[in-house]
């Protein structure tokens, strides 16, 4: 896959919802019935972190579930991108990028979100052909203005900010020209999976669903 059509795919994923939840996820029992919670409150696109040895038994099991569309978050080497993939994982999402992670995802016909920080990581992502990116991380890297001001010069990429998004300031990203949704793990807090308060999830991700943008 090239990195045009990767990002046309991206584009295509991140503007199905305002939010994507970033996920950690230990059990992979709680698996289904939280993509079920947030695919019911309007979230269907999901990012399960690498961060757990659940998780690809996680993707695994929320790959089944109607109406959802996984990816795998964190992914650093090309290994993780061929366990995403086998796992089930439609799109990746990665905190940076290298040649090595690149070509893995390329080669695999993983959709990649790659992960940017500076003007520079962009613009040489944007050489390779990816205007679909992530800011990441979005707070510790000056937030909503420095997003905006990487916009000026650079308009023709497109961003998911993670990082320290939440409902009180996911507003701020969403109202940039520049910003396509926003990741963040609020719609999902360890809590409420861990209590299996699917209700109470399902009633967060229905708030984000309804972010202007
Ligand atoms: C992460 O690194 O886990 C993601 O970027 C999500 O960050 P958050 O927990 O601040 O939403």
New binding site residues.
Partial sequence: MTPHAASLETEKLCRLAPVIP?L?VDDAASAAPLAEALVAGGLPVLEV?L?TPAALDVIREMAQVTGGIMGA??LLTPEDVANAKAAGARFGVS?GATDTLLAACEEHDLPLLPGAATASEAMALLERGYNVQKF????ANGGASALKAIGAPIPQVRFCP?????LQNAGEYLSLPNTLCV????VAPKDKVTAGDWAGITALAKEAAALPR
Avoid: K, L, N
């Fill in positions: 970033v950690v972190t961060r978050g964190t905190p990441f991380p979005a707070e993670t990082g320290g998004v939440s990741g963040g793990s609020w």
